[in-house]
């Protein structure tokens, strides 16, 4: 097999190898346009024209690069998060560090968190990313919370399974009699709701305007639960400065953030036609294809250029660890239908030596067996590319990061898209804002006699079957009472507590 397409960078411990691609055919003047228009962002460009914002976020580890005055604020928050962090570790009193967040604001430093897995004497870091009742009280349960530090994470300040999960923190630091005040750290954009209402908490830290959720995991956002855990935020920044400087490079052949996002344009022809399964063989990057879903899909996913045109724009991307995933879906992604691309990811340093179980082999040795059985076994009728990493360390998860975020923005800037809005998330907000206030209008129509949910959606202005969810659920919570007569918004009868 030819090395011609293979990039390698020693200095970062990284390799890209897209020999199992098909060649590909370039436009030169377009992505000579891309790499332009990149190049514009970094030096200051609105480059999120929809709200007309900067993107910053490649300045957080160069601050350099940052336009005036911004770079001593950049510099200023990673000095804070690495002495707040190692003198609480000298203060000796918080052993947990409750991270509450979503999107962003948790997968980003989830997914170092588990991948580092820093020294024991540190903060051991937990996560509350979603509004489920149950699933915040069995996190929040086995928690001693006199030793617990609680990081709030929003940057709007609004956002409602964060705003959530601090309700349900803040009840359960009252119920121990803990003064929640000197357990709360909250990172927020200055003025906003939860910058405001975490004056007199232990610390807050600025997120700001120019730099979205996801790719927020350079900022306070994964520095401070890094910092805290024990991990080196500066090597991680090194990385991912490391990184940007190989990726800035307008050569589609030495540039491996372009080679990724050009092998994604190709294999999709230009529309995601292809899903992109990401197989990183080893357990501490198993939340790596989790970060890429919501940093890529969420990206990618646009109905509308930005000239305003309809094009349905997307990236699937779905995947777990190998070898697990060996015995799950890659009997299909061999054998089944050509839908799909496949990213496998290697470590050459097993970070651990384990027994022979072979003579001369270890369990390393097979890992890297099934890595590269399987990269084997899916040519040549499925597309591979295969990445690989010399460790898992601080600074080549840096620059992982720092290599896809490029991708995405050299591959949204190819197909025309604004990578850095998310207006289909927004409109599910405004939705279940509508949800919420039908349940309220649902309550008030609620008599002595049993009505059903069609006739409750009725009176309510709710169209029956929502009405019937809602109401069912009520039921269940004990809210009201329900007089099965089958099932359906026709024939369950619902009516207050008590009644009839």
Not at 46 to 66: C, F, K, M, S
Not at 117 to 123: R, V, Y
Not at 212 to 223: E, H, N
Not at 234 to 261: F, Q, V
Request: proline fraction near 5%.
């Amino acid at each position: 097999m030819s090395l011609d397409h293979l990039w390698r960078d020693s200095t970062l411990g990284f390799s890209l190898d897209w020999s199992a691609c098909p060649t590909f055919s370039d436009d030169p003047v377009a992505w000579a346009t891309v790499f332009a228009q990149m190049e514009a962002l970094e030096g200051g460009a609105i480059a999120n024209p929809d709200e007309g914002r900067q993107v910053g976020h490649y300045w957080l580890r160069t601050p350099e690069i940052a336009p005036a005055g911004l770079s001593a604020e950049i510099r200023a928050v990673v000095s804070t998060c690495k002495k707040f962090a190692f003198a609480l570790k000298k203060e000796g009193k918080f052993k947990t560090a409750l991270i509450l967040g979503i999107g962003g604001s948790a997968l980003g430093p989830a997914f170092l968190s588990s991948a580092l897995q820093e020294p024991e004497d540190w903060m051991r870091l937990v996560f509350i990313d979603n509004t489920d009742p149950e699933g915040m009280a069995r996190v929040i349960g086995p928690l001693d919370l006199e030793e617990t530090l609680v990081i709030c994470i929003s940057k709007s300040g609004g956002t409602a399974e964060t705003r959530n999960a601090l309700i349900e923190v803040q009840a359960a630091f009252g119920v121990a009699g803990l003064p929640f005040a000197e357990h709360a750290i909250a990172i927020s954009q200055e003025g906003s709701r939860l910058w405001k209402e975490a004056e007199g908490w232990k610390l807050r830290l600025p997120m700001w305007d120019w730099v979205g959720g996801r790719t927020s995991v350079t900022s306070a956002v994964g520095l401070l639960p890094l910092a805290l855990q024990g991990a080196d935020v500066e090597l991680l920044l090194e990385g991912a400065a490391a990184m940007d400087a190989a990726t800035r490079i307008p050569d589609l052949e030495k540039n491996p953030a372009a080679i990724l996002a050009r092998s994604w344009y190709n294999l999709g022809e230009g529309r995601g036609k292809r899903a992109m399964v990401v197989l990183p063989y080893r357990d501490r990057l198993l939340l790596f294809s989790r970060y890429l879903q919501q940093l890529v899909m969420e990206s990618i996913g646009k109905e509308k250029d930005l000239a305003g045109n309809l094009v349905y724009q997307g990236l699937t991307v779905y995947g777990n660890k190998g070898s697990t995933d060996q015995h799950a879906y890659v009997q299909q992604l061999r054998d089944g239908p050509d839908d799909h691309f496949v990213t496998l990811v290697g470590v050459l340093d097993d970070g651990f030596v384990g027994e022979e179980v072979e003579p001369g082999i270890n369990a390393g040795d097979y890992l890297q067996g099934f890595l590269l059985g399987t990269w084997q076994a899916l040519q040549p009728r499925h597309p591979v590319l295969m990445l690989t990493l010399d460790n898992v360390d601080a600074f080549r998860l840096g620059a992982l990061i720092a290599l896809y975020e490029r991708a995405v923005g050299l591959y949204a800037f190819r197909i025309g898209i604004n990578a850095y809005h998310q207006p289909g998330v927004e409109a599910g907000k405004k939705a279940a804002t509508g949800i919420l206030s039908a349940k309220l209008r649902l309550r008030e129509k609620l008599g002595t006699e049993p009505q059903t949910a069609a006739e409750l959606g009725k009176a309510a202005g709710v169209e029956p079957r929502m009405a019937w969810y809602l109401l069912s659920r009520m039921g269940a919570m004990g809210e009201l009472r329900v007089e099965r007569g089958g099932e359906g918004p026709d024939q369950d009868g619902f009516l207050r507590v008590g009644e009839g």
